[in-house]
Each structure stands twice: as structure tokens, then as C-alpha cells.
């Protein structure tokens, strides 16, 4: 029996890059490594299955018939599934990935990336990077091109990307991004509890069936909640919406900051502390916070919405 720490090397295969305008893989229930080359006009793609003796580790890849073609300016990284359907995720996800491809690419070059039952990793890249990863999770850092994300299962993770615009369609699996800088972020989730933070850029965001906590936003920001709670913290510098149905809003701003507020639900509360001018009413409160400014507007559907004074992280 082999050793668990050892690690039998299928696949190393490199390609001049030279030509390339898009990398494109497709393999399911494998884990997908992304970054970049050390050398700009090379792609490499290295196939272990740790744990396993040399034997063991080709069987499983001549079964998932994993293999590389390059059509054009397209290099394609492909295999098949040896599992059951969908039904079998929480089986799979239970024990390690057996299959590991690391590519590693020139930054630039564009990737798409499928990997059902699987995960993906990808990091420091600057080409447009598509991952899909149904039944599984993604993990992009350091990315500084747009990035486009589905899947579900498991987690979602985005984090320290720099100019890269992000659009993403989530479910099931707990989502984190955070330390975005110049990054649009459009976000659809479902069951997804969410969190975001530290984000300089627009957000527009739907969480439907989970809570979502918003932490320190810098630009416009619009996000609904359906059946979950709203959390928001910070200091808004631009037009800020939020919206919750079924669940309770909370925002936290400092007790110094200027915004035009508007805050609405079955039953509304702002906390005394604040210097405010305006109108209240048990359902309503409009008005400004320290002089006003920029808008803020929040609204508890079938819940309570509230206003505190900002303390701690």
C-alpha cells in the first residue's frame, strides 16, 4: 500500500504558448491549480494522484481519459467523470480530490475552467478567467482580470484581485470575498450564506434564502436579501440600497458620519446617539445623520430594519 504521503506524477506535459489566445479544461472531479509561468511563452500541465503508486495513478487517468489538444490558438485540457451523478456529491466531497492538475500559464492568457464535482484554484492572473465548478469550490486570489464564477456545494472564495470585475452565480456553499480593489462585484446566490468585505468598487448583490453581512464598502452598493438577515457595516462614500424580505436589516455606521437616510420596516429603530434631523414614525424614519450626505436607504420587508452606532470591527 503506498504511503499517504506520496504522490505518483501522471502527467507533464508543456506547450509553446506562443500562439495561444485561450486555455480551456474540462475535467471533472479533479482539482484544478492555476498560476502563472515563471516563463512567459510556456504552459504546463503536470497530473498527480497523491497517495497512490505510479500503477494506481495511471489506471485512474487512462479511465478518466485525461488528455491535451491544441486547436488553433486553443489549448484543451480534457477528461470524463468515472463517478455516479450529482446524487453522490457529499460522498465524494467527504474524501480528497484523487486527481490534481497543476497548470501553470503566461498571466495574460485567457482560461476557462470546468470542473464538475471538483475544485479550482486560481492565482495572480491577468487574462479573463472563467470557472465553472458545479458540486464543488472555487478559490481565485490575486486575480487582475475579469472573472466570471458558477457553481455550487461548496465554498466560493475570492480574495486580494486588483481591477478585475467579478461576476458570479453561487448556491449552496458558503461565499467570502474580500480586499477588492477597483472590482465591480455582481453577485447572485442561493442558500449561500455570504460575506463581503473590504470592497472598493460597485456591488450589486442577491442573496436569496441565506444572510449576507456587507463590511467596509467603497463605492455604490445595492443588495437585496430574500429569507435571510442584512447585515451592514461601515462608512457608505457612495449611494447605498439595501433590501431585505422575510429578515431583519442592520446597519451599523459611525456615530460621526453624514448620510441621507431613509429606513423603513415593520419596525424601525436609530439609535439615539446619532445627530439626526427629520421625520420618524414606528415604520418610518427619513431624514439626515450629521448634516446628511450621500444616500442610504434601507428596507425590512416583513422584518425590522435598524440603525446603530458603529463599534469594533
Known sequence: MPSSSSTATVMDAAFEAGALEALCLDVPEARLRLRPHDEADRVQVRGTVPGA????????????????????????????????????????????????LDVVLPPGLDVTAQAFGGTVEASD???????TAPGGSVCATGLTGPLRVRGSGGDLTVQD??????????????????????????????????????????????????ALTLRHLTGPCEAQVRGGALTYRGAPTQDTILRSVGGPL???????????????????????????????????????????????????VQGAAQCCALSGA
Not at 459611525?254 to 436609530?270: E, I, M, N, T
Not at 439626526?276 to 424614519?285: K, L, M, P, S
Open 125 to 131: 492572473l491577468a487574462g479573463s478567467v472563467d470557472l
Open 250 to 300: 442592520r446597519a451599523h455606521l459611525p456615530l460621526d458620519h453624514a448620510v441621507a437616510l431613509a429606513l423603513a420596516g415593520a419596525r424601525v429603530d436609530l439609535d439615539d446617539d446619532f445627530a439626526f434631523e427629520g421625520e420618524r414614525t414606528a415604520h418610518r424614519i427619513e431624514g439626515r445623520l450629521n448634516g446628511g450626505g450621500v444616500a442610504f436607504e434601507g428596507r425590512a
Open 161 to 210: 484581485s486588483t481591477d478585475a470585475a467579478l461576476t458570479a452565480q453561487w448556491a449552496a456553499g458558503p461565499i467570502r470575498l474580500e480586499r477588492l480593489q477597483n472590482t465591480p462585484v455582481t453577485l447572485q446566490a442561493r442558500s449561500s450564506p455570504t460575506t463581503v468585505e473590504d470592497l472598493n468598487g460597485s456591488a450589486d448583490i442577491a442573496v436569496h434564502g441565506a
Open 53 to 100: 503508486d505510479a500503477d494506481t495513478a495511471r489506471r485512474l487517468f487512462d479511465r478518466k481519459a485525461i488528455s491535451t489538444h491544441q486547436s488553433g490558438d486553443r489549448l484543451h485540457v480534457f477528461g470524463r467523470r468515472v463517478s455516479g451523478g450529482i446524487s453522490d456529491w457529499r460522498k465524494r466531497r467527504s474524501r480528497p480530490t484523487a486527481v490534481r
